[in-house]
């Protein structure tokens, strides 16, 4: 098959901006629905998603979702080097996605389909149609423009090449539905927040008290937001001998026509309890979604052993915290 028929064989649909009968939103429930008829594998893991089991801990000053879920010891235990370096043995690229698998067709160079192994109920991936690495500010257009053409009630999420991104070698973006992870509400608590910068019409925040470093970036404008964001990653390479993209993961919302980034820089993809042994081992693997604290356990005694002060932990230890030269300005007065 030549790469067009490849392309062709896997478009569900092609997402146009301005048919606003099918937006993406609509466009991604029928994709769902229509793959969970025909892709039996599919099928299965959204069915074994309603033996996931969840677990509240409250921490100091936070809390945090646990979710029991065995299909994701793949993605957890997933290399972060070479795991998917040459596109034979990529499993985002277009000759070796399953034959049933289909997905919409976005800015003609994207699919969105739905991810194999669900976190939740409604769980999609935006892969390229090329087997380009993960590097967010070469496509920050397209992070800006899908979290608009989703809309409020979905989240499009960002996992750097080197904490998280179980293909760092093969450009792609999750999306999964608003509300469903706790910092969603902290953060909108205003004692949190404090300005540390406007600029352009955007403004950077920091949120305290999460034992996570966190910016929050928010504008509405995309280009001002995608220059705040550079200027931000630019911060972060002056600090971090990284010749590549420093590591980051970044949550992107879109309310009332105003974007909302919310960046965590990182020290260390995992932590040190990840690579012990035997009992002493926990298998977490923090990327996008244990930082917006959902922390996925595909193991069940790490399900039931994580308490507050081991996540706490684990959060400190990951998290890039303190060196940033953004200076205060004043207390927020945003809700
Ligand atoms: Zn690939």
């Not at 800015?107 to 409604?122: E, G, K, M, R, Y």
């Not at 960002?158 to 450009?171: K, T, W």
Request: proline share 5%; with cysteine; net charge positive.
């Amino acid at each position: 098959m030549n790469p067009c028929e490849h392309i062709r064989s896997h478009i569900f649909e092609r997402f146009n901006k301005k048919d606003a009968e099918k937006n993406l939103s609509a466009l991604c429930y029928s994709l769902l629905s229509a793959q969970l008829k025909k892709w039996e594998a599919l099928e299965k893991t959204y069915k074994s998603l309603q033996n996931i089991m969840t677990r509240n801990i409250r921490c100091t000053g936070f809390s945090v979702l646990l979710q029991y879920n065995p299909e994701r010891i793949t993605s957890s235990l997933a290399g972060t080097g070479n795991s998917n370096e040459n596109e034979h043995s990529c499993f985002l690229c277009l000759h070796n996605l399953p034959e049933r698998q289909q997905g919409i067709l976005y800015q003609d160079v994207f699919l969105i389909l739905c991810n194999p192994a669900p976190v939740l109920p409604f769980h999609f991936t935006v892969a390229h149609v090329n087997h380009y690495r993960q590097d967010i500010m070469a496509h920050m257009d397209t992070f800006l423009a899908l979290i608009a053409d989703f809309g409020s009630q979905w989240t499009v999420l960002y996992n750097g090449p080197r904490c998280g991104a179980s293909a760092p070698h093969h450009l792609h973006f999750q999306v999964i539905p608003s509300g469903k992870t706790p910092i969603e509400k902290e953060i909108r608590e205003k004692e949190r927040l404090t300005i540390v910068k406007q600029k352009k019409g955007v403004i950077f925040y920091k949120v305290s008290k999460l034992e996570r470093e966190i910016m929050v970036i928010e504008g509405n404008d995309s280009i001002a937001i995608a220059d705040a964001l550079n200027e931000y990653m630019a911060t972060l390479k002056k600090y971090l001998p990284a010749d590549e993209e420093p590591m980051i993961n970044i949550a992107g919302f879109f309310e009332e026509k105003r974007w909302r980034l919310i960046v965590f820089p990182r020290k260390k993809h995992r932590p040190q309890a990840f690579f012990q042994e035997g009992d002493r081992r926990v298998v977490v693997s923090p990327a996008i979604l244990e930082m917006l604290g959902l922390i996925i356990t595909p193991m069940k005694k790490d399900f039931e052993k994580l308490d507050a002060k081991t996540i706490e932990a684990i959060y400190n230890e990951v998290s890039l915290k303190k060196i940033l030269p953004y200076n205060y300005v004043q207390p927020s007065k945003r809700t």
